[in-house]
């Protein structure tokens, strides 16, 4: 009697180790995209706050301008 598996069950258990290989590389590489287009995320949400910040005190500095209205009730 032999202390390896039968080739068949030898070759299934290599082809799962290959295959849990390649999707834990996968989720790797996608974990690293996701934290890349969370840095783009997070820096365009502040350039966009800063911009809308400095567009709001520019509107506001002109001569002129209408004060800001809140919106009707109904909103």
């Known amino acids: ?29 996608l974990n690293e995209m996701i934290t890349a287009q969370w840095k783009v995320i997070d820096r365009l949400t502040r350039q966009y706050d800063r911009l809308k910040a400095e567009l709001d005190e520019t509107a506001a500095a002109r001569p002129g301008a209408p004060a800001v209205e809140p919106p009707p009730p109904h909103y």
């Open 1 to 29: 009697m032999s202390d390896s598996f039968p080739p068949t069950l030898a070759t299934r258990v290599e082809d799962l180790e290959a295959r849990a290989a390649f999707q834990e590389r996968t989720i790797e590489e």
